[in-house]
Nanobody, 119 residues
Framework: QVQLVESGGGLVQPGGSLRLSCAAS????????MGWYRRAPGNQRVLVAA???????TYADFVEGRFTISRDNAKTIMYLQMKSLKPEDTGVYYC?????????????WGQGTQVTVSS
């Protein structure tokens, strides 16, 4: 019912910047919460940033003010602008759309995009 496709990942040097994009299609609503998660090698998937339908944002402590999450509801696209990247930011970044307040099964994931921070 909802499909999510991430893009924008790649190789970047420490201190550099990247902007990730998540394009949503299907029966998605502006009421869905959207978020970015990441999984570092050998670690569990954790929340990086989230944005509610009303625009309220949440960030993990390790973001330390370096990232900005945003959404363009007209284009159904979510972004994660990342700056001052560190090697520990390396991992697969996943887009999430959460509409479980609408129906229990309305929770969707993209396939992920690889971010590698290395010199």
């Amino acid at each position: 019912q909802v499909q999510l496709v991430e893009s924008g990942g790649g190789l970047v040097q420490p201190g550099g910047s990247l902007r990730l994009s998540c394009a949503a299609s299907g029966s998605i609503s502006r009421d869905y919460a959207m978020g970015w998660y990441r999984r570092a090698p050998g670690n569990q998937r954790v929340l990086v940033a989230a944005i509610a339908g009303g625009g309220t944002t949440t960030y993990a402590d390790f973001v330390e003010g370096r990232f900005t999450i945003s959404r363009d509801n007209a284009k159904t696209i979510m972004y994660l602008q990342m700056k001052s990247l560190k090697p520990e930011d390396t991992g697969v970044y996943y887009c999430n759309a959460d509409g479980r307040h609408i129906a229990p099964a309305y929770n969707y994931w993209g396939q992920g995009t690889q971010v590698t921070v290395s010199s």
